[in-house]
């Protein structure tokens, strides 16, 4: 089919003509270009007419022009040449801005839904036990650790109910959910029985225990390595990510920028967090503001000491599971005289089975002290205190660290309780100003200043002597200050049994 | 005309102002800056015509006055200088002399009275922004502007104003950023402008990443008010290509990839980018995206790297620097790309409002 532009006898044969030659070249242009592109690019143009050599093709938008010229110039010249030989360039006549065709989102949006279910789907979908305890593993979770294993009380009832509610409905609940308390009394334990627990109803879902450390040891491999992606596809993908020891984060302010982008991400997918640390948010040392309010934003619950009852099941309960045979009273009697953490109440319970093992008799609960003499500390038998027991009471008092207490922060409450503290060691024990101002780092002036302060406060407020009495009366009594046996132990981690081997008693049963 | 001024608050300011100079000029007094000490302190302005930046700043001003100096002269003095403080005296013959410790110059400048005044702008319609946010959509879109300069509309960045929205768009033909912000402005100011080029690259130097700005447009105009500094330009006459006909509607298939790793990936291999038709294979297959190059005098390169793509086996070639430039400007760790077939555009999009549609390039088999 040939086309002579001097043939031009009728007009509207021409036109005729023109939409039949149109409807050819339009033809090869799409078998070329491909359909898609063709509607995409190149929809409703029509050539309207012929100009000496150049080809005038009406196009419905100027965007279809800016495109088909920059991308299929050359496809159209050539096509158009080999239906009108005498063709030697084209231009485009823009008519009508025509509305850009609506983007059909809604198809993408089913899709998103869809994926979401089914994903739900192959999160819960059921592994066998041998799989579990691999992912579990995997996941940086520890088997000993389980709900099962924990013994709720009243101590830790809230921490108890947030937890199952965390572990049955990640992300839906608290977000995110903060466990503070002093060491020892089950936060890291809790932890590890969310993931377990979560682990068991969405086999299939990303849960990760990690230490704050390991998140910051990690992240800086990954800055070493430029691998940052991969750190943060670790982190920012999970399900359930579990934190222990977050107050490690404190002054490190690299850490907690990227921390804060975790948690960001994490939060707006859904997915959960849990934290644990030894101290409320707020007190976490340096850590910035938005950080804090993130980590108060969920619900932040508080472990604390067992009472009597709880600290007696706790230890029934290793008893049982380590096959101990010491019997019911003993354990009431031990928890009587070990007050604190659960580490100390397990060191005692050991200890007291060692002996009942080592001797084949039944150990007297009136041999308790001396058996646990050195956990309870030297307070039962001398009734002389240390200047570690008060400084552990006035912390436990005040609810706060130990190092807290020694450092060097001036909150008022850390300050009172300070001062009150170097009253108590100058009034009960021997100690030099110098001893006592250089246990705390301080120069001997502080403490003058301090016993001179707490002395004028006892005589005009009621609440400041009810205090100094009260902590007086405690470490008197002798039934406080357990945590000051880890502190003169040079290794923190050495619980009471591992002492065992003091000379006293390797004399009384070498023989 | 005399001021006592520190190093460094003079030196950001001159930074900030002497971009626009042009180096080749035909009117000796573009090349300067214009400097006016009243009580308040200085005020520096530079312009090339089209494009004005003026910026306020402080200094102890002991006799007021005004003169203009070679911008970029002046600015590599002040950068060298010994001493945090500058003295500064002009005489009436624009002569500066500038003191700092043991260093004197004299710098010969020209009168102020025949620096260009720009026209102050009547009837404008009002914005205001987030700089953070326009500075983000700026670099997420500029660097798709079109440098063929036969298609001026084309050398700036579209913006309009509707809808609730603020929209940036750039183009060149062959590829297309756009991104969306919310943006609350009065009923009535609807509007579409296409700011140019060099004034979009001072914007960016200009904006910081926080506080507002407050965006004044007329037809033929637009002003940026922001710390203290203040930005005209005229704008591109014309109007700007329908872009959202060359949009493609949904797509078929997604691809999601991380970032950083796809853009390292596709840097190395294009080292090896057929040279005449520079483009690159992209072959997507079952979550593996495996990028080749082959340039037949030269040698060949291939790396493939993990991807979610369940779709089926779709080869198609893009040139790599399209594909790199949205990639080095996004923060995102992940992004999608939407295909259709091997012929049609591909479409990079984030969780934002933003896309990329970029033309494949056509390889024969």
């Known amino acids: 089919m040939q086309f002579s532009p001097e043939s031009e006898s009728q007009e509207p044969s021409e036109k005729q003509n023109l939409k039949t030659l149109w409807r050819s070249i339009s033809s090869d242009l799409r078998a070329e270009l491909g359909d898609s592109t063709f509607e995409l690019f190149l929809p409703n143009f029509t050539l309207t007419q012929l100009e000496d050599s150049v080809a005038v093709i009406q196009v419905p938008g100027s965007g279809y022009a800016l495109w088909a010229e920059t991308n299929f110039k050359e496809s159209i010249l050539l096509t158009l040449q080999k239906y009108i030989p005498s063709c030697e360039g084209f231009r485009f006549d823009i008519t009508v801005e025509e509305p850009a065709p609506a983007v059909k989102e809604t198809k993408l949006q089913k899709k998103k839904n869809k994926a979401a279910k089914l ?12 799989k579990l305890l691999e992912r579990g593993r995997a996941a940086g979770l520890v088997e000993l650790f389980t709900f099962e294993n924990f013994v709720p009380g009243q101590n830790s009832d809230l921490a108890w109910a947030a937890s199952q509610a965390v572990a049955n409905e990640p992300g839906k609940t608290y977000q995110p959910l903060f466990f503070h308390s002093a060491c020892g009394l089950g936060k890291t334990h809790l932890l590890h029985g969310i993931g377990w627990a979560s682990l068991r109803k969405r086999p299939r879902s990303r849960v990760l225990f990690v230490t704050a450390e390991q998140f910051s040891n990690e992240y800086i491999d990954a800055i070493q390595n430029n691998a940052l992606v991969a750190f943060r596809k670790k982190y ?6 579990l934190i222990d020891d977050v107050q490690f984060f404190g002054r490190k302010e690299g850490l907690q920028q990227e921390f804060f982008h975790t948690f960001n991400r994490l939060s707006d997918l859904g997915r959960q967090i849990v934290l644990a640390s030894d101290c409320p948010a707020g007190e976490i040392r340096a850590l910035e503001d938005r950080l804090v309010s993130r980590f108060q934003w969920g619900l932040s619950a508080e472990i604390h000491r067992p009472e009597l009852e709880t600290s007696a099941a706790i230890l029934r309960r290793k008893r049982d599971d380590w096959n101990m045979l010491v019997s019911d009273e003993l354990i009431n009697a031990i928890v009587e005289r070990v007050q604190g953490n659960v580490r100390i109440l397990e060191g005692a319970l050991i200890r007291v089975a060692m002996v009942k093992t080592m001797t084949d008799e039944e150990v007297d609960p009136s041999r308790l002290d001396e058996i646990l003499s050195d956990i309870i500390g030297g307070s039962v038998s001398s009734g002389l205190v240390g200047l570690e027991e008060i400084k552990q009471a006035v912390a436990e008092h005040f609810d706060i660290e130990l190092n807290v207490l020694n450092g060097k922060r001036r909150t ?3 300050a ?6 170097m009253f108590l060691i100058r009034e009960m024990t021997d100690l030099s100003l110098m001893d006592v101002a250089a246990s705390f780092g301080k120069d001997h002036g502080t403490v003058i200043h301090a016993v001179k302060k707490v002395k004028a406060e006892c005589s005009t407020s009621n609440s400041t002597k009810g205090t100094v ?11 406080s200050s357990l945590e000051s046996q880890r502190a003169r132990q040079s290794s923190p981690r050495k619980s009471g049994g591992e002492s065992l081997d003091s000379t006293r008693y390797r004399e009384k049963y070498s023989g | 005309m005399k001021f006592q001024i520190e190093k460094d608050v003079f030196q950001d300011a001159l930074n900030q102002v002497q971009h626009v100079v042009s180096t080749r000029t035909t009117l000796p007094i573009l090349s300067n800056v214009f400097i006016e000490a009243d009580e308040l302190g200085l005020q520096l302005s530079t312009t090339d015509l089209d494009v004005t930046i003026t910026k306020r700043i402080s200094a102890k001003v002991s006799s007021i006055g005004k003169t203009t100096l070679p911008a970029r002269r002046l600015a590599s003095i002040v950068r060298e200088l010994p001493t945090s403080e500058i003295d500064f005296e002009v005489n009436e013959d624009n002569a500066a002399t500038v003191k700092s410790g043991p260093s004197f110059f004299k710098i010969l400048g020209l009168p102020a009275d025949e620096f260009p005044v720009i026209g102050e702008f009547g009837e404008a319609k009002e914005f205001t922004i987030d700089q953070r946010l326009l500075k983000d959509a700026l670099r997420k879109t500029s660097y798709a502007i079109s440098t063929d300069e036969t298609r001026y509309v084309l050398n700036g960045v579209n913006c309009l104003i509707g809808e609730g929205m603020l929209t940036l768009v750039a183009t060149d033909g062959r590829r297309l950023a756009m991104v969306e912000q919310d943006l609350e402005f009065p009923a009535g100011n609807e509007t579409a402008v296409i700011i140019p080029t060099k004034a979009v690259n001072e914007l960016q130097r200009l904006l910081g990443d926080s506080g507002e700005l407050k965006i004044s447009l007329t037809n033929s105009q637009a002003g940026f008010a922001l710390n203290e500094s203040n930005l005209i330009t005229k704008l591109i006459e014309g109007n700007y290509p329908n872009f959202r006909q060359v949009i493609p509607g949904a797509a078929n298939h997604r691809v999601t990839i991380e970032r950083e790793v796809f853009l390292n990936a596709v ?8 040279e005449k038709t520079n483009s690159i294979k992209f072959a ?3 979550n593996r995206l495996a990028i080749s190059a082959n340039s037949p005098d030269i040698g060949e390169a291939e790396e493939s790297i993990d991807v ?5 086996r779709i080869v198609v070639a893009f040139n790599p620097e399209f594909v790199m430039a949205p990639l080095r400007n996004l923060d995102q760790d992940e992004i999608f790309i939407d295909l259709i077939d091997e012929s049609s555009p591909g479409v990079i999009k984030i969780d934002e409002p933003f896309l990329y549609v970029i033309m494949p390039m056509r390889v024969a088999n």
């Not at chain 1, 994903?119 to 041998?130: A, F, H, V």
């Not at chain 1, 920012?236 to 990510?241: K, P, Q, T």
Request: net charge positive; no cysteine.
């Open chain 1, 469 to 479: 009495e009260l902590i007086r009366r405690r470490l008197v009594r002798g039934g």
């Open chain 2, 267 to 274: 840097k190395r291999v294009s080292l090896l980018a057929n």
């Open chain 1, 119 to 130: 994903k739900e789907r192959i999160l819960t979908e059921k592994i066998s036990d041998e």
């Open chain 1, 412 to 414: 008022k409450r850390v």
């Open chain 1, 236 to 241: 920012r993908e999970a399900d359930l990510l």
């Open chain 2, 308 to 312: 979610r793509y369940d779709g089926p």
């Open chain 1, 416 to 421: 009172e309780a300070r001062h009150i503290a």
């Open chain 2, 284 to 286: 997507f297959d079952d």
